[in-house]
């Protein structure tokens, strides 16, 4: 609605909105969802056009290094 809109308009005014462009590393991604203190963050094509071209979250950032460490694991246990 009107209010929603305005109300979102103000906030960007006040200060710039945090997103991700595609170009990033996941490691700088990582730090900015941390400096922020978000859980994902919208990532634009661009930061002029600000289209949206998708959302990455911090599990996202995290599988995988859990898929590595899940394969690292398993050579570990084989080996012995």
Same mark, same amino acid.
């Given at each position: 609605? !009107?209010?929603?809109?305005?109300?979102? &308009?103000? /906030?960007? *005014?006040?200060?710039?909105? $945090?997103? #991700? !462009?595609?170009?990033?590393?996941?490691?700088?991604?990582?730090?900015?969802? #941390? $400096?922020? %203190?978000? *859980?994902?963050?919208? $990532? /634009?094509?661009? %930061? @002029? %056009?600000?289209? !949206?071209?998708?959302? /990455?979250?911090?599990?996202?950032? /995290? @599988?995988?290094? !859990?898929?590595?460490? *899940? &394969? &690292?694991?398993?050579? *570990?246990?084989?080996?012995?």
């Amino acid at each position: 609605d !009107l209010r929603t809109a305005m109300n979102v &308009e103000r /906030v960007f *005014e006040r200060r710039s909105p $945090v997103f #991700a !462009l595609p170009t990033e590393t996941c490691r700088l991604v990582a730090t900015r969802l #941390a $400096v922020h %203190s978000l *859980e994902r963050l919208p $990532v /634009v094509a661009d %930061s @002029k %056009s600000m289209r !949206l071209v998708g959302i /990455v979250s911090r599990s996202d950032l /995290v @599988k995988p290094s !859990l898929t590595y460490f *899940e &394969e &690292e694991h398993k050579k *570990e246990r084989f080996r012995r």
